[in-house]
């Protein structure tokens, strides 16, 4: 780890010299990766809190210091599909533009059709699948995640996004959350 002092000590260095810029550069990127990292490994302890929505019968465990975002409890779209909470992981620091998170969709079989599986995994202890792809909105390169299984006529989607750079750093969190999740009753 790089400490703020060797980091002020590479960026207070002539900024005429080429390889100067190039330490200073790789100190922050070093910062960056150091910053994520610890974040990484105290998240994967810290507490979690439960998630209930009794009208869809699921529940999931987040971590508490994450934000949830719940949806007004309306029918489906017209595309049968409902987002039911999403969960946005702070902040890091300044430079973040972008929140990872996790969101939870229940879909209607008629949406299921658009899912395109890739690879056979199980999910609150039923067959399910997976994707996962690149994409760019606006200016981000995202790394994607879809995990979903279908129980009587619901699918239950699980969408995992982040920047693309960050996407192995949270996925032991996403994966504990992932694990957590569960189904009782079949939404009416």
Same mark, same amino acid.
């Given at each position: 780890?790089?400490?703020?002092?060797?980091?002020?000590?590479?960026?207070?260095?002539?900024?005429?010299?080429? @390889?100067?810029?190039? !330490? %200073?550069? %790789?100190?922050? +990127?070093?910062?960056?990766?150091?910053?994520? %990292?610890?974040?990484?490994?105290?998240?994967?302890?810290?507490? !979690?809190?439960?998630?209930? /929505?009794?009208? +869809?019968?699921?529940?999931?465990?987040?971590?508490?210091? #994450?934000?949830?975002? =719940? &949806?007004?409890?309306?029918?489906?779209?017209?595309?049968? /599909?409902?987002?039911?909470?999403? !969960?946005?992981?702070?902040?890091?620091?300044?430079? +973040?533009? #972008?929140? $990872? &998170?996790?969101?939870?969709?229940?879909?209607?079989?008629?949406?299921?059709?658009?899912?395109?599986?890739?690879?056979?995994?199980?999910? %609150?202890?039923?067959?399910? @699948?997976?994707? *996962?792809?690149?994409?760019? $909105? =606006?200016? !981000?390169?995202?790394?994607?995640?879809?995990? #979903?299984?279908?129980?009587?006529?619901?699918? &239950?989607?699980?969408?995992?996004?982040? $920047?693309?750079?960050? &996407?192995?750093?949270?996925?032991?969190?996403?994966?504990?959350?992932?694990?957590?999740?569960?189904?009782? *009753?079949?939404?009416?």
């Amino acid at each position: 780890m790089v400490s703020g002092y060797s980091f002020l000590s590479l960026s207070s260095l002539s900024s005429t010299t080429p @390889y100067h810029k190039a !330490f %200073a550069s %790789a100190g922050i +990127d070093i910062i960056r990766a150091a910053t994520l %990292a610890s974040l990484t490994l105290s998240s994967t302890r810290q507490s !979690f809190t439960t998630y209930a /929505d009794l009208a +869809d019968g699921i529940t999931i465990q987040y971590p508490s210091v #994450w934000q949830k975002i =719940e &949806y007004p409890a309306a029918p489906k779209s017209t595309a049968g /599909d409902k987002v039911v909470v999403n !969960f946005l992981a702070p902040i890091v620091n300044a430079s +973040d533009k #972008w929140r $990872e &998170y996790l969101m939870i969709q229940v879909l209607n079989q008629s949406a299921v059709k658009n899912l395109v599986s890739q690879v056979k995994t199980s999910l %609150a202890g039923n067959p399910g @699948y997976k994707s *996962v792809y690149i994409n760019n $909105e =606006e200016s !981000f390169n995202l790394k994607t995640l879809h995990v #979903w299984t279908t129980i009587g006529n619901h699918t &239950y989607l699980l969408i995992y996004k982040a $920047e693309a750079t960050k &996407y192995f750093a949270y996925l032991p969190i996403i994966q504990s959350m992932l694990d957590s999740f569960r189904v009782g *009753v079949s939404p009416s």
